[in-house]
């Protein structure tokens, strides 16, 4: 079936910024973004959005979904489209095959116990088939909703997921069904579902959506996407809320990443920069073990040295070194 929506509400729609995607559902959902540090990885982060939030957006076809027909469910779709943005869409029945999926599911976890430790809680290598991503974080899945779907399929219903598409990305988002997506996964039965796919696709800015996307990541995936969108294409004088992000890493953070040196090159000599060195020198583990920094390194195949600094002075010597001895990453 293909529908054409010319009065949508824009509430679900799939935005890009060179090689970022972002799933909006009202607010960012889920944003993805290249490792482009020498690997084909991919990162993703997801909001927090309840399944009760969800479930708003879903609730003119949730009933069909259940146990509704096709005929049933198409009928009821119309109503639920107008929640897209405008332009073409294709939807169709199928199964998820198990077999050519990967899932992709973002949770909070503390690496080795110590939540301090710089890591991505969604990452992937896209070596499947079909590439498809959990929008719920995995972490509020309900171990007794799952049941309840496994005893229904069990029990011969066949409850449908649906799954939004953008063809070009070869990216795929779980709109409703993660709870009966974890049933027929335990259950090791391909997943009935609705998919809705779209070649209409959202360009923006990356300063844009660095906008949309910062208040979706953790410390360390603002420091990375910081380093794979260019310093140089984001103005952080005319974006307070950015530079929050930053302060709130200088001040709190053991580590802070090479990625953000470019930033702090950029505005050498400013008095954008002074402030924060000064609110690098409030971090909270400064004078106890110290705050990890990298410094450039005069060798001509290592580009940072990592170093410890406990003190203003020496947070005062890496930052003059760090403009000295700076270097692009293409010389």
């Given amino acids: 079936m293909n529908i054409n929506i010319n009065n949508g509400q824009g509430i679900i729609r799939i935005i890009a910024s060179g090689m ?19 690997s084909i990885g991919e990162y993703f982060s997801a909001s927090a959005h309840t399944q009760e939030e969800k479930k708003n957006f879903t609730n003119t076809i949730d009933h069909f979904l259940l146990q ?22 294709e939807i169709r029945f199928g199964d998820i095959d198990l ?6 599911k973002y949770h909070i976890f503390h690496y080795d116990g110590d939540p301090s430790k710089k890591v991505f809680y969604g990452s992937l290598y896209p070596y499947s088939e079909y590439e498809i991503f959990y929008t719920l974080h995995y972490n509020q899945i309900n171990t007794d909703r799952v049941d309840f779907y496994k005893k229904m399929i069990q029990d011969g219903a066949r409850p449908k997921a649906i799954v939004f598409s953008n063809p070009k990305s070869l990216r795929h988002y779980v709109l409703d069904g993660h709870h009966k997506i974890e049933a027929y996964t335990a259950l090791g039965i391909d997943v009935p579902t609705v998919f809705i796919t779209t070649e209409n696709i959202e360009s923006i800015s990356i300063p844009e959506m660095m906008d949309l996307i910062y208040p979706l990541l953790t410390n360390h995936e603002f420091e990375h996407l910081i380093s794979i969108n260019l310093p140089e294409s984001l103005d952080f004088l005319a974006k307070p809320e950015l530079t929050a992000v930053i302060d709130r890493i200088l001040q709190n953070e053991k580590k802070i990443s090479y990625y953000l040196n470019p930033v702090f090159v ?34 001509m195949h ?18 003059k070194n760090l403009i000295i001895h700076y270097r692009s990453q293409d010389e």
Wanted: one cysteine or more; aromatic letters at 12%; proline letters at 3%.
């Fill in 266 to 299: 950029k505005y050498k000599n400013t008095a954008w920069l002074d402030e924060r060195m000064d609110n690098l020198k409030k971090n909270i583990h400064l004078s106890q073990q110290g705050v990890k920094m990298y410094e450039c390194s005069l060798q």
């Fill in 99 to 104: 077999q050519k999926t990967k899932f992709h």
């Fill in 68 to 89: 509704g027909s096709e005929d049933q469910i198409l009928s009821s779709i119309p109503d639920f489209m107008d929640l897209f943005a405008n332009g073409d869409y």
């Fill in 20 to 38: 970022v995607e972002c799933l909006m559902i009202q607010r960012p959902a889920l944003a993805i973004w290249p490792d482009f540090q020498g």
């Fill in 302 to 319: 290592v580009r940072w040295n990592q170093i410890i600094v406990t003190h203003e002075a020496e947070i005062n010597h890496w930052i």
